[in-house]
């Protein structure tokens, strides 16, 4: 069950072809794209939270990261933060790219993750 | 999962002490109350399609009726709709009583149901 | 008559050269198209029960329809679906040029339907 | 079928034990009432073009109309009016106290009727 | 006088180089023009009841209208609408490029005429 | 004619027992009373001008002003004043009950008229 | 001192670089531009009257007005309008350039002058 | 001349009988009473600030002030704020009832003035 | 510095005498008081990462619980919760009169916090 | 501690890669930009106010200004000015070339700031 409203009825409209932002705490803000705010502080909630919480509530059949994270985030952090999205395919691009995916989101949810590139974008069908 | 966004953003504000109507097709409208149309047609859906669907998304631990149901509806259609709510305990009030406690619902969901005072009022803790 | 005010509405706005969308449960959102939503849970209601309740309150001329229907969909469901359309002429087209027309439509309706490539558009003269 | 979007989204939320009134052009205007504008001009539309209108597509049980339309109105065009409403019950109550009942309707419809006193308020149920 | 809230509101904008468009019943809605729902059912009010009272109550100065309403009306009926707009100039042009207009037009006025091209645009200096 | 929407909307809203108050560059202002405002500056426009303007458009069947406008308003300014509402008659209250009536009124013009105690409540019907 | 709200709103928005349009009465609506309405009457009040408004209040460094103004108002006229605007510099240019620089302005005030082509573009800076 | 938008529109508003609030830093929100923020820190800018700027735009006619202004300020502080009110004459209340009269004022300026019971409501008429 | 905006607006309002609650996961909803909603599941954030969050950032001098914490919850979870209110005062009340105290905040933080009764008022000045 | 709301919210959605300005009285206003007015008068408060509470509160890793000022500003409030930034590199672009970059802002601050092209806009990341 989803507690929050809005990310509540975000979810019911991620339907297939949309995609939805999950991003860290420094991501710039799209005032152009519905954003679900949740950070409290940084370090507070995390991405993989809102990533297990989402994957135990709707379908996601792929996800699209930053090449970043491969190269910039130490291996352990890369491993746990990965085991989050399961068998799901990662798509890999530059993320200069990824920001540009992110103002065609049908909608963000700001985290206060911590982990630089760590930002994912959840696709389904 | 609750595919309809206000539907989904409604429940998500269903808490302690919160109640929520699903009412039938000609039950009154309260334009202060927040209300989720579903109807389609009388019929589609019925308030039994949305307590399955509710009481497996979300926790409600009381029911609220009219005493009319028991008095008007034919004993086979009051055991199939009682059915559909399992051990829930119900509060079988007047339906004049059953009209005022919709006015302080958190929210109203409008069905298609045939069946006179067939409506309930779930409650939560 | 029609129950749900939103539907009634746009339904009174669906006039020569308009169109409008129904759509199945997991069709992807469109947030700059005016949109009713129906869907209760996959399976309720279906594009069946909306064609019928469209067609018997408001004249239609023409269906459009995405070829995949055709090419995945089993001949008896075909059959079914197809027959509460009665003679209205069809249009078929790709589902990637379907989901470009519902772009343009005056509004969409959403349900849960279950069977794939099932959406229809209706217009008016 | 209504072809008015505003008429036909109050005709859909018009359910038991709500009321709607349709009024002539100089009746006062109430701010907290939501108001179907339809006046072209003194004499049209008229008050019965609107009952016929909607008794043709909603049930309607009573109507509550003014004792003094029967006072002041010459006997000719009571019975012409009346002959609209067919063989509705009429609850005839004072103009001023018909004056307090629409300020508690769903709904209002403005109507440019030139008769005095024909104003109606047409209940469900 | 204009009784109606939002065409007098319209009236008042109605100014040089603006134009108004009244249409007849299945005319094609334009969400992203301001519209004066006027329409009770076909038939009621006419295209010509409009043109009398912006005319009594604002100057106009030319009126475009479809060709197809030569081509295809008859008449007589012809003749009875043009002789609402007394001497003004007609510019006559064809019916999709008279589509076009509309959508740049200041407002529209939707009626319930049912005379097929009979929709006019009233122009000022 | 009247060129100014808000007002033109406003006073074809001005129906039997409603009220319009003209009011006086000084005169206190009412957040929660719908309000034309018109003033440029202290001078202009003045009462006398708006109430020949709506004279002209709208039927008004009594007028209500200040007593201290016969009291301390010197004669000359009073007729020429007076001389404008024509053989209306005059309701004549403490400035007092004067303030406590405009919270009542329909809505408010406010103008730039510089006489004290000038201001007048237009009703119909 | 300023007295009308969205008027002294808009001046505390008029900064370097930005444009205010004093319009006549006639001119067209602009719906995208922020309009404040004091028209009264075709006379009430008049540009000359916002220009010596606006001055007091203001800095102002130039002007625009349309050629037309030169070549078809009578010569007393003009040097009345003109007076008004002391020793600003006036840019003169085609009227249609005129309506063009209209829908890049800050705001517009519409008044009831009824002199052709005395429209002002005020600037600073 | 007054350069910020929202605080001109509301001395605009500020007519005989109204009344607005100068507060400083620390003093409740009033979400029901229109807020102009102006605190950039706790000392900047202070309520001398805004009573300079409005007294010299702006008639007043009396002042209201909190007792405990007098009795917990050291003098030198309660002569330089009392200055700046000039000759304005100042009614003492008691602070629980200057937050009363807060809840009543047509608006309230927010300052970041330190200076304890510093707060002023200034009155016209 | 806080990184959700409407928490940081909420926070920028909470002055003297005004009172914020942090509520848990089943607490009611308050449809009309002001709420931010961060619960991402049931346990994240807690009502400590709150009051953490809010003490390092605005002063507050006094908070309310309810008396039932004190009865029904653990001792070591009680010590661990008040540990994060250091020396401030708490008042203790029963959780009815809690909750009614809730509907009369400036504004609702609503967490995901699992502890029953955990809620606090937080109070400046 | 921000203490005015609506900054507060803006410094809150302040993240990478985007930019806020910071701009003097006179500077134009941008409509479509969000905007934070905070000026009292010419000369209160200043753009270092500004820069000075916002770089106490949140990273900012870089500015941009007007060549001009380094070009027409005496050199003692040059380096007043500057002293504000600390070692925050500075790029020096052309004042058009400013204006334009103010339109892609996430939020603008107006302030009373006298010193020619002292405006800032300030980035993070």
Not at 1 to 14: D, E, G, N, V
Not at 87 to 94: A, E, K, R, S, T
Not at 106 to 117: C, K, Q, R, S
């Amino acid at each position: 069950m989803i507690w929050h409203p809005q990310l509540a009825s975000l979810l019911a409209r991620f339907r297939h072809a949309n995609a939805i932002a999950i991003l860290d705490a420094p991501f710039p803000s799209y005032p152009d794209v519905e954003t679900v705010d949740l950070i409290v502080r940084r370090g507070l909630p995390t991405i993989p939270d809102l990533v297990d919480l989402i994957l135990s509530e709707h379908e996601v059949t792929s996800v699209t990261m930053a090449e970043e994270f491969r190269q910039h985030v130490d291996p352990q952090t890369q491993a746990d933060y990965l085991a989050h999205l399961g068998d799901l395919p990662v798509q890999w691009i530059p993320h200069v790219s990824f920001k540009e995916e992110v103002s065609r989101c049908l909608g963000i949810v700001h985290t206060g993750d911590p982990v630089p590139y760590s930002n994912v974008i959840l696709r389904w069908g």
